[in-house]
């Protein structure tokens, strides 16, 4: 039997397939195979595929269950738009309008691919299916689980108490509109980048500002008296639909919103006023985290936590909660936003079978990090590229290419359940050499020269070269957290180190792609490699081979390596 959670109709849309001993079987991003970058459609595609790879019907799927409660997502925003602008107000009259394209339709998309008749529908409140999408990797209990993220049914932020699998209590919440995350994606969108695509940009940004606008900035959001509280006056996604913040923020910080079309330039004026705001951003971001962070602590005397909800991506906040010295650990999952959300929905049906006798001592952590079935046909690789290598001898090679100064793209078997890049859909190359890692992101990637490029590195050389905090030792596994390198490797790995002196570190084992890569490696005295998603800047990640073959020929890459081989372009 299997427990199916879809996540749709917001933002990067996904489905999440649990089998009947509770483990993650398959996972799938619509934005995979439609190639529309944060696809938010149903997931039609990825459904279609995982119910042939899974023969999934209605005798052998237990439950469907999707990761919010739809009327009350929709009607929560619509209340408060009434409430405080008008019935012909556009945001109110948007939600009237488009009430048939919201998450309301769910059931109607399911039934195009099963009989709804016959299936148990369930709907998880989508703080939860965030909180069961980190309690399904980290299941030391007693825990608390902090969710914040821009808005999911009727709540922004949350606190839950983890006692057991079958007792999760809700002890603070914060509701529409007052939201950290719609706090940062409205600054997001100040500064010229996408919404729910270009938060990560806004990050790397702020390692070159200075917070000078941090006290002005720290008056539009408070965490005062319990209570999480923004002042709408300056952020206009309670009252349009084309813009997130109010004209009061350009008051604010007297400087225009950046022109979205306009190239960010290291060393102009224009990077150093959009970079201060982006640090004073950050540092309002990480300042009220704490405070929640605090006033959990103080509620329950628990110091070990969990982080989920699209912040839980900021991994340069996540570095700062690990450091609170009431923090014995903090746990992020590979896919803290709303994509990953729908584990948390498969896995919400999957406790909520009572006939089921669970081992919930046992300790996923950072297995399943590749989960699924790809069927893959690399016969027409043929006529274009030669194989260079054999499964058998291919990472060897590959090893060899990487020591020898060489870029290669990898699509080796099932992909990433996160959206960071784990070794399976990357561009990879020696660490030590920092003009191909610039080559790499500029050149290759089509990158800005703010953004930073990853270092992966295995377990026992890690301490070495980075001042790892234990508390979130977890979270580098998936590069959920940043790191500082240490100060006698800083000249000899500057390309994966950051203007804020961090680097955002993958460790690997031995059994995973890259750990095995660097263990040739290392006998070349080789211990890093530079890691990066294996895409075009802004589109999706690569999925299949033909994504793959596509993909080296844009980019001008001459070597790819599969589960079946290593290539070279003829």
């Known amino acids: 039997m299997f427990y199916l959670g879809i996540s749709a109709y917001y933002h990067d849309s996904s489905i999440s397939l649990i089998n009947n001993d509770g483990e993650i079987v398959d996972f799938k991003k619509e934005e995979w195979h439609s190639r529309v970058k944060g696809d938010k459609s149903f997931p039609r595609m990825a459904l279609e595929e995982m119910i042939i790879n899974f023969n999934l ?56 691919h099963f009989n709804t008749n016959k299936i148990n529908i369930l709907y998880a409140d989508h703080h939860l299916s965030h909180t069961l999408s980190t309690f399904y990797y980290y299941r030391d209990t ?15 932020s949350s606190i839950h108490l983890i006692k057991s699998e079958k007792e999760i209590i809700k002890l603070w919440n914060s509701e529409y509109p007052n939201s950290l995350g719609l706090f940062y994606s409205a600054i997001t969108e100040y500064l010229g980048f996408e919404i729910n695509e270009g938060e990560y940009k806004m990050m790397g940004l702020a390692s070159y500002g200075k917070p000078i606008y941090f006290d002005k900035l720290s008056k539009t959001i408070k965490f ?19 813009r997130s913040y109010s ?36 540092k309002l971001l990480e300042d009220l985290l704490e405070k929640i ?16 909800g699209g912040v839980g991506m900021n991994s340069v906040a996540v570095k700062k909660m690990g450091e609170l010295p009431f923090v014995e650990s903090l746990n992020v999952p590979p896919s803290p936003g709303d994509s990953g959300a729908a584990i948390g929905a498969s896995f919400y049906g ?11 001592n046992k300790t996923v952590e950072n297995k399943n990090l590749y989960p699924g079935k790809l069927k893959s046909d690399e016969s027409f690789f043929d006529l274009v590229l030669d194989k260079i290598a054999d499964d058998n001898k291919s990472i060897e090679e590959a090893s060899k290419l990487i020591f020898q100064n060489e870029i290669i793209a990898t699509c080796y078997g099932n992909i990433e359940t996160g959206p960071r ?21 500029t050149e290759i990637k089509k990158r800005n020269l703010f953004r930073p490029t990853a270092p992966a590195i295995l377990e026992e050389f890690v301490n070495d070269y980075f001042e790892i905090n234990d508390s979130i030792k977890k979270c580098y596994y998936h590069m959920s957290s940043v790191a500082t390198p240490k100060d006698e490797f800083k000249n000899s790995i500057k390309g994966v180190i950051h203007a804020d002196n961090t680097s955002r570190v993958q460790i690997c084992s031995t059994n995973q792609l890259l750990g095995k890569i660097l263990t040739f490696l290392k006998k070349e005295k080789i211990y890093l490699i530079a890691n990066t998603s294996f895409n075009i800047s802004s589109d999706p990640m690569v999925y299949s081979k033909e994504d793959a073959y596509l993909a080296i020929e844009r980019m001008g890459i001459k070597y790819l390596l599969t589960e079946k081989g290593l290539y070279k372009k003829k």
């Open 57 to 112: 019907n209605e005798k052998n799927i237990k439950s469907v269950i999707f990761y919010e409660k739809p009327v009350r997502a929709w009607i929560t925003v619509l209340k408060h738009s009434v409430k405080n602008n008008s019935l012909t107000n556009e945001l109110t009259r948007n939600f009237f309008k488009n009430a048939f394209n919201s998450s309301m339709r769910f059931q109607m998309d399911l039934s195009k």
């Open 421 to 441: 890049a784990l070794g399976h859909r990357s561009l990879i190359c020696n660490a030590h050499n920092h003009d191909l890692i610039k080559k790499l992101s």
């Open 350 to 360: 999957f406790i909520k079978d009572k006939d089921k006798n669970i081992d919930f």
């Open 293 to 308: 962070f605090t006033y959990a602590y103080k509620k329950t005397n628990i110091n070990k936590f969990l982080l989920s």
């Open 247 to 282: 004209d009061l923020l350009p008051k604010l910080f007297n400087l225009p919103p950046r022109n979205f079309n306009d190239m960010l330039v290291l060393g102009t004026d224009d990077f150093t006023n959009y970079s201060n705001v982006a640090a004073s951003a950050q």
């Open 142 to 156: 007693p825990c608390l689980s902090l969710v914040i993220d821009g808005y999911g049914d009727k709540y922004c």
């Open 224 to 242: 005062e008296n319990d209570k999480l509280e923004i002042d709408t006056s300056y952020y206009d996604f309670v009252r349009r639909v084309d």
